[in-house]
């Protein structure tokens, strides 16, 4: 699944080679997007800028057009060079959108729209986003105070919830907590204060350094790193590492499957205790 790393860095990508170039060929599978193209065009346009907020990618043209993607869990925005071969097939792709020298193709986005400034200034979704640990602007006290107000959801969920905080996906929350040393299924009202400050600072600085290694290496497939190990094989702390050893301790990973669509958690029972009066340890 998409995080807001890989947002980030889609958007960021897609507006160093085409933010200020003209638009030279549009095309979508979705007519909602066509339509409007047919009575506006988007061909002549310029692209303006590219940006990312949350785990939405806007992309605005000039003339007061903004078209707002969302790539959910398949969805991904690829640059080529003008005439290059795609890397996946073109049954693919969703929406296209070439300047003279390259072309951005979303492939498999199932949220398309186009929005104007005024649409975008109302937009539930986007209003309703928590503060994006990628923003210029990040506001720290907002993002401590919204976690602390979902006092009887899980951590592990408060974490993934996007109007709480934007940009963390499921593979950042279990590493988000494990650097931070809680356990997942805690009630964040249950946390103290400064672990709740800590869980904040972690996410802020595992999203960052993720965006700003996989920028330099300019390859995606390098994937997330949180561990520093300079070993591939172990970019991870725990995600995906169920029954394994703990790379600090020792003990078996621990994994569960939750929430609507049984995203799997996964934490070290001795690295991550849980400090819930009155609860048995998981061990
Ligand atoms: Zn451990």
Known sequence: MP?????FLSAQTLHRFMAGRIVTRF???????TRIAEDQPIVGRTIESVSARGKHLLMAFSGDLILRTHLRMNGSWHIYPAGARWHRPARDMRVLVCTADACGVGFNIPVAEWLTSRDLNRHRQLQA??????????????AVRRIRARAGDPIGEVLLNQRVIAGIGNVFKSEILFLAGIHPFTPAGALAGDDVE??????????????????QTLSRSTGRRTTRSLDPNAKLWVYSRGRKPCRRCGAAIQSRKSGED????YWCPRCQPRRVP???LDV
Do not use: H
């Not at 972690?202 to 996989?214: C, F, G, P, S, Y």
């Open 262 to 265: 049984a995203r799997v958690t």
């Open 278 to 280: 009155g609860e048995a």
């Open 198 to 215: 800590r869980i904040v600072e972690v996410a802020r600085e595992q999203l960052a350094a993720n965006v700003m290694t996989r920028s």
């Open 3 to 7: 995080e807001g790393d890989t947002v």
């Open 27 to 33: 095309e979508s599978v979705y007519p909602a997007l």
């Open 129 to 142: 986003l928590g503060p994006d640990l990628l923003g210029g602007s990040f506001d720290r006290d907002a």
